[in-house]
């Protein structure tokens, strides 16, 4: 019996990055059954145009409603940041994005008062966390800088490659002589780059991880809406993607902490 609380969480990305969004979820929510759709064939997002990323937005929503979810997670900032209007206008179930949770996140740990995001250009040139930031708290500083090679550096897996560590050092000089104390990795596929990325800021900043803040959040609607899964059984976990990429399996597995399962290919 598919009643409402039995139903999937469905959760979408660009590609793989959305996995750390899964992980914490399966963490937090041990019980809830998750649907996760990765683009693969089409990443990365963040370099291409508002109305590509509006088109592509609204046919994973399309693909994960017709799977009839409970709850639609988008793990991609750049689709947060560009498509909630379209996600929203065609979803009947609620809708969690990455941008809030790590908006509020950040608010939570600044002492200074100075943040810096880091993200896709699309998702920068939106003004999205910027905005979020300040709804939150309005004296807040915000620094915000484009790093639009690190996505395909991680789905290529060079997590702590040199190549890696020298492309980052130079993407973060600006925002490091700002001074703050709080960098929000605003791209699901960052917090692979964490420990390479405290390295770079050094220990005094805080790097927000959204994955972490969304699971919370997801959580707490669950609750509140009464719609968590009683049923007892072990959950089902199922990946739809849009390509198999070289490796897939391998870095599918490390963003995830742990076996791939059931993987199938669709195409929308």
């Known amino acids: ?11 979408f990305d660009s590609g793989i990055g959305g996995l750390t969004v899964v992980r914490s979820l399966m963490e937090r929510l041990p019980f809830e059954n998750i649907i996760y759709f990765g683009d693969s064939a089409r990443v ?3 370099i291409k145009s508002v109305d ?8 994973i929503t399309d693909f994960l409603i017709k799977k009839e979810v409970k709850l639609l997670i988008v793990a991609c900032n750049t689709m947060a940041a560009v498509a909630h209007q379209t996600i ?3 979803s009947p179930v609620p809708i969690l994005e990455v941008i809030d949770a790590s908006a509020r996140m950040a608010i939570q740990n600044t002492k200074n008062k100075s943040i810096g995001v880091i993200g896709t250009p699309a998702t ?23 790093c639009p090679l690190f996505v395909p550096l991680v789905e290529e897996g060079w997590f702590d490659h040199q190549a890696t560590k020298l492309i980052a050092q130079e ?5 490091i002589a700002e001074k703050i104390d709080t960098l ?10 964490k420990p390479l990325l405290q390295d ?42 849009s390509d198999v990429p070289y490796r897939f399996q391998t870095i599918g597995e490390r963003f995830l902490g742990r076996t791939l399962g059931h993987v199938e290919l669709v195409s929308l």
């Open 1 to 11: 019996m598919n009643s409402k609380t039995n139903r999937a969480i469905g959760v």
């Open 44 to 46: 990365p997002y963040g």
């Open 52 to 59: 590509t990323i509006n088109r592509y937005a609204a046919q």
């Open 88 to 90: 929203a206008d065609l």
């Open 124 to 146: 920068i040139n939106s003004n999205a966390y910027t905005r979020a930031i300040h709804l939150l708290k309005k004296d807040v500083k915000v620094f915000s800088q484009a």
């Open 171 to 175: 993407y973060l000089k600006p925002v």
């Open 184 to 193: 929000v990795l605003g791209c699901t596929h960052y917090p692979l780059l």
């Open 200 to 241: 770079i800021m050094g220990k005094g900043v805080n790097l927000i991880d959204s994955a972490e803040a969304m699971a919370d959040i997801a959580a707490n609607l669950i609750d509140e809406q009464k719609i968590s899964n009683k049923n007892g059984l072990p959950p089902d976990y199922v990946f739809y993607v």
